[in-house]
C-alpha cells in the first residue's frame, strides 16, 4: 500500500471593526470588536479552510465560498469548514492534524482555545489533540499590534492512510 500524504497552509486577515461580533475557530469571543467580512469573519476557520484546500489540489476558499454571492453573506464558518473538508474527503484524503497560530493584540484568547479546538474537531469529525491553535501578539507593531485586524495561520497534514497510531 502507497501512503499519499499532502500538506497544506492558509493564512487570513481581516480588518476589525468596534461593534462586530469575533468569532476565531467557531467560538464567539468576548471583544468589543470584531471582523469586517462578507462572512462571519472567522479569520482562523478561513485560514484553516485555506490550508485545507490547498493540500488537496482545491484552490482556495475564494474559489469555492466567493464573497460576491449572497449565499454565503454572514454565514457561519464552520459551515464552511464542514463543506471544505467534504470536498477533500471526496478527494480521497483524510484530516491528520491541522496546527494555527492567531495573531491578535486584544483580547486574550488563553481561555477560548480548548473550545475552539473541540469545536472544530466536531466539525472535522477528528480528535482535538489534533489540532493546535496558538496565539500571539505582535508586541503592539503593525496593524494587529495597534488593534486594527487579526491574522491566523495554519497548516495541516493530509493523507489518504490514517495509521493506527496516530
Not at 497544506?8 to 468576548?30: A, T, Y
Not at 475564494?62 to 471544505?84: A, M, N, Q, V, W
Not at 477528528?126 to 501578539?137: G, H, N
Request: aromatic share 4%; hydrophobic share 40%; net charge negative.
Amino acid at each position: 500500500m502507497t501512503l499519499h500524504q499532502r500538506i497544506g497552509q492558509g493564512i487570513d486577515f481581516h480588518r476589525l471593526e468596534e461593534g462586530r461580533e469575533l468569532w476565531l475557530g467557531g467560538v464567539h469571543i468576548n471583544s468589543s470588536k470584531g471582523c469586517v467580512a462578507h462572512s462571519d469573519g472567522d479569520a482562523l476557520i478561513h485560514a484553516i479552510c485555506d490550508a485545507l484546500l490547498g493540500a488537496a489540489g482545491l484552490n482556495d476558499i475564494g474559489y469555492h465560498f466567493p464573497d460576491t454571492s449572497d449565499e454565503f453573506k454572514g454565514i457561519d464558518s464552520k459551515i464552511l469548514l464542514k463543506r471544505t473538508v467534504e470536498m477533500v474527503t471526496a478527494r480521497g484524503y483524510r484530516v491528520v492534524n491541522i496546527d494555527s497560530t492567531v495573531c491578535l493584540e486584544l483580547p486574550k484568547l488563553a481561555p477560548y482555545i480548548t473550545a475552539m479546538r473541540t469545536t472544530m474537531a466536531s466539525v472535522l469529525n477528528i480528535s482535538s489533540d489534533a489540532i493546535s491553535v496558538k496565539a500571539t501578539t505582535t508586541e503592539k507593531m503593525g496593524f494587529t499590534g495597534r488593534g486594527e485586524g487579526v491574522v491566523a495561520q495554519a497548516v495541516c497534514l493530509l493523507s489518504d492512510v490514517i495509521p493506527d497510531n496516530l
